[in-house]
Nanobody, 129 residues
Framework: QVQLVESGGGLVQPGESLRLSCTAS????????IAWFRQAPGKEREGVSY????????YYSDSVKGRFAASRDNGKNTAYLQMNRLTPEDTAVYYC??????????????????????WGQGTQVTVSS
């Protein structure tokens, strides 16, 4: 059974940082690209970061570019999202998702949800003073 488990969420003040982790079991993340999505109350889920299976390629949404950084440790079967200079607008449930990398590239946005076979259950991030 494949599971992705996010951790590292919590309550922080504006300007602070958090690092989210996404640990997989039942699947070797070496062959998967990973994206982080978030969903704020009353809003649609949006993609915020993407990292390829080799970690050679990353993409970020405009809203987090320059503040968030995706990384991965395939030896630990874990992906990370470092979030810096957090603002209240970053408050959301954050999900990691994994998609099998066939090595053919993407013809759609890397944040298209059908690209991802496996999803975590989400971790809450709240930014408030």
């Amino acid at each position: 059974q494949v599971q992705l488990v996010e951790s590292g969420g919590g309550l922080v003040q504006p300007g602070e940082s958090l690092r989210l982790s996404c640990t997989a079991s039942g699947v070797d993340l070496d062959y998967y690209y990973i994206a982080w999505f978030r969903q704020a109350p009353g809003k649609e889920r949006e993609g915020v970061s993407y990292i390829s299976s080799s970690a050679a390629t990353t993409y970020y949404s405009d809203s987090v570019k320059g503040r968030f950084a995706a990384s991965r440790d395939n030896g630990k079967n874990t992906a990370y999202l470092q979030m810096n200079r957090l603002t209240p607008e970053d408050t959301a449930v954050y999900y990691c998702a994994a998609g099998l990398d066939y090595g053919t590239g993407h013809t759609v946005s890397v944040f298209a949800e059908p690209l991802y076979e496996y999803w975590g259950q989400g971790t809450q991030v709240t930014v408030s003073s």
